[in-house]
């Protein structure tokens, strides 16, 4: 999708050492009182949901060495580090995808540090094109798996030596997606009295959108939404034992006959209408982890 300043900063870097991380992760500490638990990473036309966060202290990704930046519209590019409800959070306001011209490593790179700042709940959250025939544009997927089409090719955000320190060479990617805060989320949503969806996203490199015949055979293998993120961020959340809460916002139908096209302006208008009822599901899942 549209592409802002791409500065000298774009970061390349294959396989990025613990001590890389240790660094950032101690700059973030020195910053803030908080010590979050919790890790949140909002998506495209999402970034709204961090105005929940009290007693924040905000740090521009362009600070922190080797984070990589957003370059996308509707993606602020900050860390928001304060209380959601009162459990300490770390929020991304905006993400970094393979597409922008990163390394997988450094679209890894922020689970790594929040793993090293102790976070061992990551919620994840995007904009996605809903495939399921039943989705409508502006409904909620709670993410139940997902089909890895980037790293099936051999992008994978674990290639290189293991940091054996995070985890093990071949991580199990039994249950990505926790069930039990899944259940929670499914609860709190189906109380909200709006469609929320369970369903396995497709994550591919982007950034162009998907011809018709591509939503086709998405469809046919299994997939009921597709984006362009998150992915490499919860294997690599997984690779560390986090527990992974993954939510996807519709903001789109997928072309499937070749009828419609979809654009960046549509998909930030309807997250707009889609950022409250995610919030909604997070603040309710949050206040049961307490
Ligand atoms: N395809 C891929 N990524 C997306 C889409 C889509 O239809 N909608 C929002 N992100």
Request: one cysteine or more.
């Amino acid at each position: 999708m549209e592409t802002g300043n791409i500065t000298a900063f774009i970061v390349t870097n294959e396989h990025s050492s613990i001590q890389q991380f240790r660094d950032v992760a101690e700059i973030i500490l020195d910053q803030s009182q908080q010590r979050p638990k919790l890790g949140i990473i909002l998506g495209t036309g999402l970034g709204a949901l961090a105005s929940d966060i009290n007693d924040s202290v905000v740090i521009p990704y362009n600070t922190l060495p080797n984070w990589p930046t957003s370059t996308v519209k509707g993606h602020a590019g900050r860390l928001v580090v304060g209380n959601l409800e009162d459990q300490p959070t770390l929020v991304m306001q905006g993400r970094a995808h393979y597409y922008e011209g990163y390394s997988m490593d450094a679209v890894g790179f922020p689970v790594r540090v929040m793993k090293m700042l102790g976070i061992d709940t990551l919620f994840v959250t995007n904009a996605a094109g809903g495939i399921n025939p039943e989705f409508e544009a502006g409904d909620v997927m709670l993410i139940s798996d997902h089909i890895n089409l980037i790293g099936m090719s051999g992008l994978s955000p674990l290639r290189g030596p293991n940091i054996s320190e995070f985890g093990p060479r071949f991580p199990d990617m039994m249950h990505a997606y926790d069930p039990e805060l899944r259940k929670m989320a499914f609860q709190v949503g189906s109380k909200c009295g709006y469609g929320v969806h369970q369903g396995v996203y497709a994550g591919l490199a982007g950034p162009n959108l998907e011809s018709p015949v591509e939503y086709r055979m998405l469809k046919t293998i299994g997939a009921d939404a597709v984006g362009m993120s998150t992915v490499a961020e919860v294997i690599v959340a997984r690779h560390s034992g986090m527990s992974v809460l993954g939510v996807s916002g519709i903001t789109n139908r997928a072309n499937l006959d070749g009828t419609s096209y979809t654009t960046l302006t549509e998909v930030l208008e309807v997250g707009k209408v889609i950022a409250p009822k995610i919030l909604k599901i997070v603040l309710g899942v949050v206040r049961q982890l307490q």
